[in-house]
């Protein structure tokens, strides 16, 4: 059994920063690819950045250049800096681990921006 639990959310003032942290426990071998989404009321669920197990990132074009993925491998947690957040980051975010080609997602935690 696989456990994502994320951290760090909260209301924070247009321009303002956050720093979200996920950290997988429980059977984990071979654990890929780790990554955020996010999902707004009454949108789909979108990617907005993955990291490979070789530290490889990948970004949404909307948050390129304001947010930074990394990962700390020794204690299977990821991360995700979010500088000059803007009232449409608004949303839950998502954690999901790749472990052996499964995904498992975290609860979600509440990132919410005012203008």
């Known amino acids: 059994q696989v456990r994502v639990v994320e951290s760090g959310g909260g209301l924070v003032q247009a321009g303002g920063s956050l720093r979200l942290s996920c950290a997988a426990s429980?059977?984990?071998?071979?654990?890929?690819?780790m990554g955020w989404y996010r999902q707004a009321p009454g949108r789909q669920r979108e990617l907005v950045a993955d990291?490979?197990?070789?530290?490889?990132?990948n970004y949404a074009d909307s948050v390129k250049g304001r947010f930074t993925i990394s990962r700390d491998f020794a204690k299977n947690t990821v991360y995700l800096q979010m500088n000059s957040l803007k009232p449409e980051d608004t949303a839950v975010y998502l954690c999901?681990?790749?472990?052996?080609?499964?995904?498992?997602w975290g609860q979600g935690t509440q990132v919410t921006v005012s203008s």
């Open positions: 999901n681990v790749n472990v052996a080609a499964v995904g498992f």
């Open positions: 429980g059977s984990i071998f071979r654990l890929n690819a």
């Open positions: 990291i490979t197990s070789g530290g490889k990132t």
